[in-house]
């Protein structure tokens, strides 16, 4: 009922869209933790137990929470299917993913090779930094006007 009742109060349309949006924006918020925690989880596996490089270690961590990223976003967050076939709509999230794996692994090397920040700091930094080019080009291009 306290959803019914926000609606009541709001004030103009833009008002509404904009509640909206932030709703739909937390929604991805939660779906992309849950890829981050992945993407933490599999890399500290591959660098700390695997014994795996630690920039070697940030490729698979990275596909494999763009996949967890990816099957949650179409139940939680998108709609799925809709502007492109979902053998497409895979291409082109790993597509966008790619690139934004380019983005990361500079920000990571930069982190912790120039900067010198611990491996898992340079990790979670570069992973904040793509964040927002995922969300952003998914939403805009991929998902565009097909939200839950």
């Given at each position: 009922?306290e959803?019914?009742e926000?609606?009541?109060?709001?004030?103009?349309i833009s008002?509404?869209?904009?509640?909206?949006?932030?709703?739909?924006?937390?929604?991805y918020?939660?779906?992309?933790?849950v890829?981050?925690?992945?993407?933490?989880?599999?890399?500290?596996?591959?660098?700390?137990?695997?014994?795996?490089?630690?920039?070697i270690?940030?490729?698979?961590?990275f596909?494999?929470?763009?996949?967890?990223n990816?099957?949650?976003?179409?139940?939680?967050?998108?709609?799925?299917?809709?502007?492109?076939?979902?053998?497409?709509?895979?291409?082109?999230?790993?597509?966008?993913?790619?690139?934004?794996?380019?983005?990361?692994?500079?920000?990571?090397?930069?982190?912790?090779?120039?900067?010198?920040?611990?491996?898992?700091?340079?990790?979670?930094?570069?992973?904040?930094?793509v964040?927002?080019?995922?969300y952003?080009?998914?939403?805009?291009?991929?998902?565009?006007?097909?939200?839950?």
């Amino acid at each position: 009922m306290e959803n019914l009742e926000g609606l009541k109060d709001t004030s103009s349309i833009s008002d509404f869209i904009l509640m909206i949006r932030q709703q739909k924006l937390f929604s991805y918020l939660c779906v992309a933790f849950v890829g981050f925690v992945t993407d933490l989880m599999v890399y500290a596996f591959l660098v700390y137990m695997a014994d795996v490089d630690y920039m070697i270690a940030s490729i698979p961590s990275f596909f494999v929470s763009t996949f967890v990223n990816y099957v949650l976003s179409i139940i939680f967050v998108f709609k799925s299917n809709i502007k492109f076939s979902r053998s497409r709509e895979i291409f082109y999230i790993y597509l966008v993913s790619g690139i934004g794996l380019v983005w990361h692994q500079l920000f990571l090397y930069i982190s912790v090779d120039i900067i010198e920040l611990h491996i898992m700091a340079g990790k979670i930094l570069s992973l904040g930094l793509v964040f927002f080019w995922n969300y952003l080009i998914r939403r805009m291009f991929i998902f565009s006007s097909t939200d839950k």
